[in-house]
Structures are given as C-alpha cells and as structure tokens.
C-alpha cells in the first residue's frame, strides 16, 4: 500500500531533550515536507527537501534540523526541544511533477513539557 | 501566495449536495485551484485541482468562475465520512511546492 508512515505517533518529552521524528514513504517521491499544525495558525511548513542531499528551510524552521540521505526517509531532530514545538507534526511526500497530490502521513503529536 | 477566502463552517445533511465556495480574488494566471480536506484526527489528503475548466473525479467536482476570482467544490451527496475541514489552496507549481494552508472550511454533516 503506498502510503507515508511516521514515528512516534504519538511523544510526551521535557525540554532540551534531544527527539527524532521519522517519517518514510514508500512511492519513491522526489518531494518531502515537513510542517506544523497549531489551532488558529493552520498548517505551517518547517523543512522541506527536493531531492536526496538537498533540504531547504520553510516558514518556520527555527529550532528543527532535517536530513535526507535516501529518497524514502526525511527525519525532523529537535536538537533541543521547547515548550514552544508542542504541536501536530506532518510528514508529506509527492513526485515532482507539476500541479501533483501532496501524500500526507498520519501525524506525530508532540508535548514539550 | 494568493489568498483564499472560506467561511468557517458549513453544514449539510447527509445524502445531500454540498456547495463550499472559495474567494481568491488575487488569482495569478499560472495558479492552480487544488483542495484538501482533513479528517478528524488524520493528515489532509488531496481532493481535486483545476486551472480553469471544471473538473470531475471520484471523490468531487470543482467548479471555477470564468473569471477565475472564486471556486466551488461540490460533494455530490455527502456521507458522514465527508465531515472535516476542507482547503482551498493556490499553486503556482513553480518553487518548493509548498502547500498554503489557510484555515478552511469545517463541514458537518447531518444525519
């Protein structure tokens, strides 16, 4: 089944604690995304990545880190976690070809105590 | 980006059509209309996209304006399982792909 798969579902941690959310997809898209969802500010992109090797910042990088050495795999790190990233995490995938669907992932909700 | 303009909330009962609107009055020539949805407790999920002419597939239809200022979204008869909250979004398709979220349109559905 294609689909984009992340890990942890679900993470409870206290701050300076360093975390990796990992998300992976299985279609062999180019495209990864990283965003945060917050009631009242909707969806908002962190990190994004073209290809292998090659990672951009979004609108709201601060605080995260991201990688991309293989094509399935685009992990976020929290090198040091804040109140402040207590959000619902998406992972997102898609080929690169014009005006194509985003593959979403289910989310990771993350409390920063 | 442009900017989309939804209501907040629509409802409907189930086994009826639904209509949801979007303003986007700024609309560039080279952007496309897509929409998502977000199912309660899950990821959005891709709906439909058009550029100009109106377009079908299995989930909805998207009718735009010949001016291309505004859109609709049509559910030809809604079920429980099509309440979330559903995007209009612009893309131009060019740059990092990057999806705009505004904050949609939560529909509820009666039964």
């Known amino acids: 089944e294609a689909q984009v798969t992340q890990n942890p579902r679900y993470l409870i941690t206290v701050t300076g604690k360093k975390l990796t959310v990992t998300c992976s997809q299985n279609?062999?898209?180019?495209?990864m995304s990283w965003y945060r969802q917050d009631p009242g500010l909707g969806l908002r992109q962190i990190y994004y990545?073209?290809?292998?090797?090659?990672?951009d910042k979004g609108d709201v990088p601060e605080g995260y880190k991201v990688s991309r050495k293989e094509k399935r795999n685009f992990p976020l790190i929290l090198e040091s976690p804040s109140p402040n990233q207590t959000s619902l995490y998406f992972c997102?995938?898609?080929?690169?070809?014009?005006?194509?669907?985003?593959?979403f992932g289910p989310g990771t909700r993350l409390t920063v105590l | 980006d442009a900017k989309t303009t939804q209501p907040n909330s629509m409802e409907s009962n189930e086994e009826e059509p639904v209509h949801l609107p979007c303003n986007h009055s700024?609309?560039?020539?080279?952007?496309?209309i897509h929409w998502y949805r977000q199912l309660p407790s899950q990821g959005p999920e891709y709906v439909i996209h058009?550029?100009?002419s109106n377009v079908n597939n299995r989930m909805a239809s998207l009718a735009i304006a010949e001016d291309r200022k505004s859109s609709t979204l049509i559910l030809h008869r809604a079920t429980l399982r099509d309440a979330a909250v559903y995007y209009c979004?612009?893309?131009?398709?060019?740059?990092?792909?990057?999806?705009?979220f505004g904050t949609g349109t939560r529909l509820t559905i009666i039964p």
């Open positions: 279609m062999n898209h180019e495209y």
């Open positions: 058009g550029l100009t």
């Open positions: 990545s073209m290809n292998v090797e090659v990672t």
């Open positions: 979004i612009l893309r131009d398709g060019f740059g990092n792909e990057k999806l705009t």
């Open positions: 700024t609309i560039s020539g080279t952007d496309y």
């Open positions: 997102a995938s898609s080929p690169r070809t014009y005006f194509n669907e985003q593959f």
